[in-house]
């Protein structure tokens, strides 16, 4: 029987890619997590490098920054070190970053340990963000105490009342730009710098190598038509950042100049990569699958939410809702997997040449 493109569990994703890694003969370092998965299975981030220590280009390739996004991110890293390895240019170092949120990849979660969203996490915690009233308004209705069949026709009945009042963009901004109030919502950036934001930074540091040129493309899932990649920048059009990945790439969308499927965000990682790789000329993008409407997605997270902080992770509800939740972010459809490997070809083959 052949076996599926995209994995059932995080452990087998792990088994896959560590053994993709050896057949090419990268180099290897894991980094474990403290807790363990659903099954008790140790969690880490797996990180595969290949090409010399001595190229002054790197291609810094990450999954799992949005844990159960990490299912298809870690397919298309499986399956370039399967096929593409061979071919990369001298002047080029490859480090596939593979679950950097292992702990949402294992438990079927967007959001870490703390039920912190680490592309809101990388704010700066000594001025931390202020609270959103918007959010505010709506944090009890997104994430109820119940979650029974009358509260969710209610709650979502009362969303799309909203959606119909304000529109989609702005919604989705008041909802999903990130929020610090709420530890146990949707969004949460949490009150300091968590577990895998702390390991990306010692991450970037071992293996910028003093780069002078930097690509990375941070992989992500939920957003936009399905099985469509987009290539979300994060400057500003005029920025020269943004100019050499449109250069590169030819079709990325500016999240600050209202360009992308998503709203601008606060402390995402890729606006930090200048601290992350000091020094170096950065071309960065998240490449974003879309896979069903975003109210669906929504319907997802917020079913999550409730499992982690009233609910029980582990008992009766907490296997449909952890299906819903990869439904929504994951499509196991050959057909879906194919399109995203092919953008996703196109994205690191065009990155991998500019850069060498």
Known sequence: MTEAAIAATYADARRRFLAAAEQAQASMTSVVHPLTGPEGEDLAIDVAELGSIDAPALLFIVSGTHGVEGFAGSALQTRWLQRAASGLPPSVRVVHVHALNPYGFAWTRRVNEDNVDLNRNFVDWANPPAGSEGYDRLADVLVPLLWDEATQSESLTFLLSELQRVGLEELQATISSGQYRHAGGVFYG?????????????????????????????????????????????????????????????????????????????GDWLGSTAQLFPGAEITAAALEFGTVDPVTVLQALR????????????GPQGDGIRAQVRAAFIDDDPAWFSAIATRFDAVIDAAAANLG
Do not use: F
């Open 190 to 266: 949490g009150t300091g710098p968590v577990w895998s934001q702390r390991q990306l930074r010692a991450l970037a540091s071992a293996h910028a190598c003093g780069a002078e040129r930097v690509a990375i493309v941070d992989l992500h899932t939920g957003l936009g038509p399905w099985g469509h990649g987009e290539l979300i920048a994060h400057e500003s059009r005029i920025d020269p950042a943004y100019l050499r990945a449109q250069k590169w790439w030819g079709d990325v969308h500016s999240m600050v100049d209202g360009e992308s499927v998503s709203v601008l965000l606060t």
């Open 303 to 314: 079913a999550n939410a409730w499992l982690h902080h009233h609910g029980d992770a582990k």
